[in-house]
Nanobody, 114 residues
Framework: QVQLVESGGGLVQPGRSLRLSCVAS?????????MAWYRQAPGKQRDIVAR???????NYADSVKGRFTISRDNAKNTVYLQMNSLKPEDTAVYYC???????WGQGTQVTVSS
């Protein structure tokens, strides 16, 4: 089974940047996977932030358009989320996910506060 491990979260001030990473292990077919980043704030549902498919299709939630960038390096079995101009409302646990499956990472905490 595929395992997903996120890293890169932390505490940052508004306007700063973070880069999250998600490494997949236990697979030789990462390049065939459609991947996504989700986030969940306390008391709220888990919502999709960005997706990147094997076709090259990329889509972002309206709340992060122009600020976040999703990318992948198939040679490293890794998907990234570059987060710029961070706002307090971006505070959440961020999860890596293989679309259409039950594969989720454990999550990494992002806190944006002054």
């Amino acid at each position: 089974q595929v395992q997903l491990v996120e890293s890169g979260g932390g505490l940052v001030q508004p306007g700063r940047s973070l880069r999250l990473s998600c490494v997949a292990s236990g697979t030789n077919r990462f390049s065939m996977y459609d991947m996504a980043w989700y986030r969940q704030a306390p008391g709220k549902q888990r919502d999709i932030v960005a997706r990147i498919e094997t076709t090259g299709y990329i889509n972002y939630a309206d709340s992060v358009k122009g600020r976040f960038t999703i990318s992948r390096d198939n040679a490293k079995n890794t998907v990234y989320l570059q987060m710029n101009s961070l706002k307090p409302e971006d505070t959440a646990v961020y999860y890596c996910h293989r679309l259409g499956t039950g594969s989720w990472g454990q999550g990494t905490q992002v806190t944006v506060s002054s």
